[in-house]
């Protein structure tokens, strides 16, 4: 082949091979994506970044796969950098974070795997280099180690490993303590030593309980001493209290969610643990979401065992509701098996002064889910035992003036269908509050606090296509101290254009606030502050921070959850209906009952308006309350909005004035007796009967019942 030749047929592979890479492109590798991703956030191009973040996430790599191809690339330092670079900016924030979280999932993994496990613990009495590296891992597995690492201290055929394995369980802190104690109670006395004197080196009080409880229990003396000499090295150990009490104030720590109890925060499952001395510790994920009270319930159950007292059975059953609360749906808690009955079995059981701690407990963490539940069982057993155990804080009297309107109408209710005949400080807001809930239940107010008109505005005009009513601009809280105290309550605060300290200042002020201390709150945050507010309030479920340049529909679905986590939503007209019914059967009930501290007529005004405003059944009902209120100007009312009706409305509005009339004598006016006798004399047969009924009741002078009895001069014509 001659040059030439050669050089034509080099040229047309060269072509065929450009022409057929260009016409069938080879898709990027997941590695070229990763690279990608980590170019474009550095180059400041949010856009190309979150479209391979798109591309490598879709790929679907399980989180093991993905540590792999990080480390494979060697840019672990760059990937974290420009992971936590992305996650400042709101395009690629939740892209990057689910990036963050696949590589922190699959480091989990990897260390958590029993098979790993198993060889870190073996390599701790190895080389030196084998040992840190294994160390290293053990302390990253965490909690996940503890039935390994707790047979390994059990087996003293090998001093130097049992040695290494304790300074592990050491340096595991905390994640170590739950574990062991409750392997403790069970092991035999020579193993119950050695886990006390662990445990005494580990500087947490968690484990106090356990040790007391065990050095009360046992009848082995080096096991109590055992236990003193790690309850001595402990901060609180010495002359610590009886083991129901510190079981108590643990349980407590649990409700709190106190961070030192919670093993893996911001991960899915926590631990809870049991142990068989055939088997071991055996590990039992449950969602972080039932933990703490999981936890708070086993150390009231055992407080109970020793100890009944009433903080112990309050702490128990408020637990128990937070765990129905905050279930998440559908899931089947294996902390509490499907065959145990509800929360509310056991809370009306314990009786009003559990309850009601439970009650004064919700207030306290303005929880306003518990404290409806605790209302719900107070108002089913209230009656003369309402005030019984002698506690001298009232919860069920603070629920009235608790900043939730469903929490103030069911302490109302509470407190009417309990008639209690002697009368306390508060008394005077019940039959108001009853009377508020028929006519105000179903608005809802969202104060606005922004720094700008313009956005003032719109958010304004957002909130009130969602139902809200809004009150008046303001650039901060105390902008709005005279609308807020002028309504019956908030339901929702939102709030634009501040910094992340003005905002948390804000939501502080919020808190503070007796007025709306249980108020959710909605964060509109920069995307200089966004990641850091996020981060601050990711546990209170009252607060929640978005984009500040979050469109219309993500802010009504922001808004509407935000409310419904909080305090269980807006109320409903539905709902309003029912609180309305409700009140009004109480109101009834109590003007029927003559109840000597819950004055009917307190709430006559607004009963009035309500009466004046309402149709139907409900206006007929609110006649009926009304016509037990010995106030003039309540017959007045009554009389007026019956000649308003027609039909059967007013004859059934007639015989209403009729039944006041006949409690309290007559206190129409005159012109409306006049109406009176002209109806008596001119209406339908049903009417005129109902008005002459009427004024027999008023007892009228003669000179007006005559002539209805002359018939207009007929009757003195036949003579």
Not at 299 to 312: H, K, P, S, V
Not at 519 to 537: C, G, H, I, K, M
Not at 673 to 700: C, D, F, I, P, Y
Request: glycine share 8%.
């Amino acid at each position: 082949m001659t040059m030439r030749r050669r050089l034509i047929t080099l040229a047309a592979g060269m072509a065929f091979s450009f022409t057929t890479a260009f016409a069938q492109p080879q898709e990027p590798s997941n590695l070229d994506l990763l690279k990608d991703f980590i170019h474009f956030v550095r180059i400041n191009n949010p856009e190309l970044a979150a479209s391979q973040a798109r591309q490598l996430l879709d790929r679907g790599l399980t989180p093991a796969q993905f540590v792999d191809l990080v480390e494979q690339s060697q840019e672990l330092g760059r990937f974290e950098e420009s992971v936590a670079r992305a996650m400042r900016v709101a395009e690629t924030e939740p892209l990057a974070a689910e990036l963050l979280k696949t590589f922190e999932q699959g480091k989990l993994e990897r260390a958590r795997n029993p098979d790993e496990i198993g060889k870190s613990i073996a390599a701790l009495t190895g080389p030196l280099r084998g040992q840190l590296m294994a160390r290293e891992r053990l302390l990253a597995a965490g909690e996940y180690a503890m039935p390994q690492l707790l047979e390994a201290l059990l087996d003293r055929s090998d001093l130097n490993r049992h040695s290494a394995v304790q300074r592990v369980m050491v340096d595991l802190g905390r994640q170590a303590i739950i574990p062991l104690c409750t392997a403790m109670v069970k092991l035999e006395p020579a193993k119950q030593e050695s886990v006390a004197d662990v445990l005494g080196l580990i500087p947490y009080r968690t484990s106090l309980p356990f040790l007391a409880d065990l050095r009360q229990t046992s009848r082995s003396e080096a096991v109590k001493a055992a236990c003193d000499r790690a309850m001595a090295r402990l901060e609180g150990g010495v002359g610590a209290t009886e083991p129901s009490d510190l079981y108590l104030q643990l349980g407590e720590g649990y409700y709190a969610e106190k961070s030192e109890l919670t093993s893996f925060p911001g991960e899915e499952f926590q631990l809870l643990w049991s142990f068989d001395p055939g088997v071991g510790l055996v590990m039992v994920p449950v969602r972080t979401a039932v933990f703490h009270e999981a936890m708070a319930m086993r150390c009231a159950e055992r407080a109970l065992a020793l100890q009944a007292t009433n903080d112990a059975v309050a702490l128990w059953v408020a637990s128990n509701f937070s765990r129905e609360i905050d279930t998440p749906e559908g899931y089947e808690n294996p902390a509490y098996g499907k065959g145990r009955r509800d929360a509310m079995y056991f809370c009306v059981a314990a009786g009003p002064s559990v309850a009601q701690g439970v009650l004064g407990r919700a207030i306290d963490t303005n929880d306003t889910p518990l404290a409806r539940r605790a209302l719900a069982a107070v108002e089913s057993m209230a009656g003369a035992q309402l005030w019984a155990g002698g506690d001298a804080r009232r919860p069920l009297l603070e629920a009235l003036t608790y900043p939730n309107r469903r929490v103030q109408y069911e302490a109302a209710l509470a407190l009417a269908a309990a008639q209690p005949l002697q009368t306390f400080p508060g008394a005077e807001r019940v039959v108001p509050t009853l009377a508020g809930a028929i006519r105000e239940a179903s608005t809802t107010y969202a104060a606005v606090i922004s720094a700008d008109n313009e956005t003032y505005q719109a958010l304004r005009q957002t909130l009130e296509k969602a139902g809200y009513k809004v009150l008046p601009a303001g650039r901060k809280l105390d902008d709005l101290a005279g609308p807020i105290g002028e309504v019956p309550g908030v339901d929702l605060v939102v709030a634009s254009g501040l910094g992340a300290e003005d905002l948390t200042a804000l939501v502080e002020g919020v808190r503070g606030s007796a007025k709306l201390s249980a108020t959710p709150v909605l964060a509109l945050a920069s995307p200089e502050s966004y990641t850091d507010l996020r981060r601050r309030f990711e546990r209170d479920v009252s607060v929640a921070v978005r984009p500040q340049a979050i469109g219309e529909q993500m802010l009504t679905e922001s808004v509407d959850g935000l409310v419904l986590a909080a305090s269980g939503g807006p109320i409903k007209v539905d709902e309003a209906q029912a609180y309305a019914r409700r009140s009004l059967s109480a109101l009834r009930d109590l003007a029927v009952s003559g109840n000597p501290v819950f004055n009917v007529g307190d709430a006559a005004q607004p009963l009035t308006a309500a009466m004046t405003d309402s149709t139907g059944a409900t206006k007929l009902e609110l006649a009926d309350v009304l016509a037990r209120v010995g106030q003039q100007r309540v017959q007045v009312a009554l009389m007026d909005t019956a000649m308003e009706a027609k039909g059967d409305e007013r004859v059934a509005l007639l015989k209403k004035v009729t039944d006041s009339a006949k409690r309290f004598g007559n206190q129409l006016e005159a012109r409306q007796v006049g109406r009176l006798t002209e109806l008596a004399s001119k209406g339908s047969e049903a009417e005129a009967t109902a008005a002459a009924a009427l004024m027999g009741a008023l007892n009228l002078p003669n000179s007006q019942v005559v002539p209805l009895i002359l018939g207009g001069g007929e009757a003195a014509a036949r003579f």
